[in-house]
């Protein structure tokens, strides 16, 4: 069946300006995440939903940073006024339930730039 | 100190050998660990949960040893396709759903 997918796949945007990345989860699943990767860095928790709510957005790094989720389903993570280290490849998880002890399901992830 | 620690490496093994890893983590009430693994440039997969009896999968082997807080994984007759970054995984408390990821050990195994 079809896995989680992430769009774009690569964004180069030029700092100050916004962008949102898009996730799409496995039909069916009621939780989703979203992280973030740097260079060399491990993954670092952002936000997480269950169905529309965010009970967790303790990873988000600034108020520029904020993410939705519509009809338990697709979710936008939105970074406003975007800065250099913003830069990272941002990825979706989904899972069937919340709880962690549920696999996390990854997408291939949004290469963003900010140049 | 990180939440999750380990090693960087790179690793460099020779095919069919056994490799070991180890991480620790700080948070004594974490409850959860998992092994992912990570191609380059693609996204984690889990590889195994980790189980505080220990428990194997083919030829990968984790233990959890909760007093010293370390996880392990073990590697026999390793595959070139092996070759990866392992990520050690930590939820630390009931109600808190975030994973807490170590930044990851890389393997290259050497044909």
């Known amino acids: 069946g079809a896995g989680v997918s992430q769009s774009p796949s690569n964004k180069v945007t030029e700092k100050g300006k916004d962008v949102e990345l898009r996730c799409d989860p496995i039909?069916?699943?009621?939780?989703l995440y979203w992280y973030r990767q740097s260079l060399g860095q491990g993954l670092e928790f952002l936000i997480y939903?269950?169905?529309?709510?965010?009970?967790?957005k303790s990873g988000l790094p600034s108020d520029r940073f904020s993410a939705e989720r519509t009809g338990g389903s697709v979710s936008t993570l939105t970074i406003q006024r975007t800065q250099q280290e913003d830069s990272a490849v941002y990825l979706c998880a989904s899972s069937p339930h919340g709880g962690t002890s549920y696999e996390q399901y990854f997408g291939p992830g949004t290469r963003l730039t900010v140049t | 100190r990180k939440e999750v620690e380990q090693d960087p490496g790179p690793f460099n093994v020779p095919e069919g050998a056994t490799v070991a890893f180890n991480c620790t983590y700080s948070?004594?009430?974490?409850?959860?660990f998992f092994w992912y693994r990570q191609d380059c440039r693609k996204e984690p997969k889990l590889l195994m949960s980790v189980y505080s009896s220990g428990n194997e999968d083919g030829r990968f082997t984790a233990q959890l040893n909760r007093a010293s807080q370390y996880i392990s994984l073990l590697i026999r007759d390793s595959k070139l396709s092996d070759s990866a970054t392992y990520l050690c995984v930590v939820r630390s408390n009931f109600g808190n759903e975030k994973l807490t990821f170590g930044t990851g050990t890389r393997l290259t195994i050497i044909p």
């Open positions: 939903f269950q169905g529309n709510s965010a009970p967790d």
């Open positions: 948070n004594s009430a974490s409850q959860s």
């Open positions: 039909s069916g699943h009621t939780a």
